[in-house]
């Protein structure tokens, strides 16, 4: 376990629906990363939050959303889904706010969209 | 931004014997380089990382090497064993950026 905690593990669902992957990060981690895996892009990389605020942003679609809160957990909206969507998505958290600190990550949420 | 290139995509070595796993990236600022282990159905892991202002570092059977002139570095796992047998990304960033750049990764098959 690497203390990172994302729900659900798999998610099947039908384009043009809406899904929300849940991440906690692991204690003391104020960062979070999101992070697409697919088997042509391969890890990439999507948006950051530390400590509450957006930090950066990557490849994220404008149909894809995130958010963390106070609590420190982040949740990832992706909406409008098509067939291509379908990924693992990696959530992973870090005590600071640079890549430098070493990313932990999640096991990832499965996306299947039919 | 950062490119990273990462060679063989795939792997099999003979249990006992070595795997090496290279990687090649564009951005001259980048000085943090970490690996990781994917094993199936869980997320990577990271096992190993170097910054720039070391040429090698090594932890039991794991070793990574860095050129800073020739934007490469490697991953060299000795005594290979059954539970080597994993998927491995290099990545690489500058220490304070905010996101890691990986690599397309390499699935290592160790042979019994």
């Known amino acids: 376990d690497s203390g990172v905690t994302q729900t659900p593990k798999h998610l099947i669902t039908a384009t043009g629906q809406r899904v929300t992957l849940r991440c906690s990060p692991r204690?003391?981690?104020?960062?979070v990363y999101w992070y697409q895996q697919s088997l042509d892009q391969g890890l990439q990389f999507l948006i950051q939050?530390?400590?509450?605020?957006?930090?950066a942003k990557g490849n994220i679609l404008e149909r894809f959303s995130a958010q963390q809160f106070p609590d420190l957990h982040s949740e990832l909206n992706l909406s409008s889904l098509e067939l291509g969507d379908s990924a693992l998505y990696f959530c992973?958290?870090?005590?600071?706010?640079?890549?430098?600190?070493?990313?932990?990550f999640g096991s990832g949420t499965r996306l299947t969209v039919v | 931004g950062e490119n990273v290139e990462q060679h063989p995509s795939t792997l099999s070595v003979q249990e006992g014997d070595s795997a090496v796993i290279k990687c090649t990236y564009s951005d001259s600022a980048s000085n943090y380089f970490p690996w990781y282990k994917q094993e199936l159905g869980k997320g990577p892991q990271l096992i190993i990382d170097?910054?720039?202002?070391?040429g090698e570092k090594k932890d039991q059977r794991i070793a990574v090497t860095l050129n800073k002139t020739a934007k490469h570095f490697s991953l060299h796992i000795t005594e290979t064993q059954p539970e080597d047998s994993a998927v491995y990304f290099c990545?690489?960033?500058?220490?304070?950026?905010?996101?890691?750049?990986f690599g397309a990764g390499t699935t290592v098959t160790v042979r019994a």
């Open positions: 992973a958290s870090s005590v600071g706010s640079g890549a430098g600190y070493g990313y932990t």
């Open positions: 204690s003391g981690d104020l960062s």
């Open positions: 939050y530390y400590n509450g605020e957006e930090r």
């Open positions: 990545a690489a960033s500058e220490v304070n950026d905010y996101k890691l750049s």
């Open positions: 170097i910054r720039s202002n070391v």
